[in-house]
């Protein structure tokens, strides 16, 4: 917690940071943040940066001046800023973590034009080397989504601000190929046994994202009056997630429910038969989470999950994360010879690309049959 009227914080990375008002922008304060690795050394940089900050109404570095010299830190606040009303809250609060957790502690006071494509590539290597809370590194993904943060801001700093940064234009991080989870028939067959003999409102969800390919938060957020009375259908125009207050010191969380990242997810999905009578069967208050069968009692994501891997141990069924649900949907989909157009909007994808590329893995049998298929057509009869 910080001392009284004081916003100095201890970093879970062991670090200390430190937040000041450095102006004002149209009314809103615009925050400038220090680090370093002691109480006493952030609490003498804000007295530093704090005596230096221009009179109220006018940013240190002033962003409409169009001047050059501009900090880094300035111009990505300006670019966030530009940027905010375009993305979802999602996706500005990952931005935001990237700019203060590897970006900021790297080149926050230093001027844009001056970070040179050595000082990135550099970064990258400390990052994959040394980056994270506990000190071993961060993912390729991590890395590579930071290094995109940072080209973006650098290119707003070049077209819209006019600034001479320097191109970095090649660095990459090589993402390795990950391995998608995938149940066996005989694993789902299990699993859909243990779900309906044991049915109450949270297996019901779980077996209904076997059947249909939702996401975790999609399924946190559906209600009741989503799953039509009358006909086989279900309605996806929400998500349901847990996220961070980057307004708010100490990083505090909220719940949002909000329509999907894109408006292809936002769609209406066909139900299995049996999946539909048996949500009729179990069907609650039209205002009710599926979930909970509760009106205004929701079930979050990480709950959800943890629930899951605790269904799969208990089935002996290896390690799977909820996801799995959706990569197995997907390929028995598609095991089955369903149309890959009508698969891909049932999944929400704004291109069939998406669903072949990242949801579909043919298993070595269905490889297997396609290629005696070959076989056949030239065989003698």
Not at 190 to 200: A, I, P, S, T
Not at 233 to 260: A, C, E, W
Request: with cysteine; glycine share 6%.
């Amino acid at each position: 917690m910080p001392r009284r009227g004081e916003n100095i914080y201890k970093r879970k990375d062991g670090r200390w940071e430190g937040r000041y008002i450095k102006g004002y922008s149209y009314g809103k304060a615009q925050y400038g943040y220090v680090y370093a690795s002691s109480y006493a050394e952030v609490k003498e940089k804000l007295f530093y940066f704090k005596m230096n900050v221009r009179e109220p109404g006018i940013i240190r570095n002033d962003l409409r001046t169009g001047q050059t010299g501009t900090t880094f830190e300035a111009v990505a606040s300006e670019w966030m800023a530009f940027l905010k009303p375009q993305i979802k809250e999602s996706s500005y609060v990952k931005y935001s973590n990237s700019l203060h957790d590897y970006l900021y502690p790297a080149f926050a006071e230093r001027q844009v034009e001056t970070i040179t494509r050595a000082e990135v590539s550099a970064l990258c290597v400390r990052l994959a080397e040394e980056g994270g809370n506990n000190k071993s590194g961060l993912s390729p993904k991590t890395i590579a989504d930071t290094l995109s943060i940072l080209r973006s801001i650098l290119n707003y700093a070049s077209e819209e601000k006019e600034l001479r940064v320097a191109n970095i234009t090649g660095i990459s991080v090589k993402l390795p190929r990950s391995t998608i989870r995938v149940f066996t028939v005989a694993e789902q067959q299990k699993l859909d046994v243990f779900l309906r003999e044991n049915l109450n409102p949270c297996h019901l969800g779980i077996l209904l994202c076997m059947y249909t390919g939702l996401r975790v938060g999609e399924i946190c957020a559906l209600t009741w009056k989503k799953i039509s009375s009358s006909e086989p259908v279900l309605q996806v125009d929400k998500t349901l997630q847990r996220l961070q207050q980057t307004d708010q010191p100490g990083r505090k969380t909220k719940v949002v429910i909000s329509p999907p990242k894109s408006e292809s997810s936002i769609r209406a999905i066909p139900l299995p038969s049996d999946i539909y009578c048996l949500l009729q069967e179990n069907r609650k208050s039209d205002e009710a989470y599926v979930l909970t069968g509760m009106i205004k009692r929701f079930m979050e994501p990480r709950l959800l999950q943890n629930h899951f891997k605790k269904i799969l141990s208990g089935l002996g069924i290896e390690h799977a994360n909820f996801h799995a649900l959706r990569h197995t949907f997907a390929t028995r989909c598609v095991e089955l010879g369903f149309d890959i157009k009508s698969l891909s909007e049932i999944l929400g994808h704004s291109t069939v690309n998406i669903t072949l590329n990242r949801y579909v893995h043919p298993s070595m049998d269905l490889k297997q049959k396609n290629m005696n298929m070959l076989s056949d057509l030239f065989s003698v009869s």
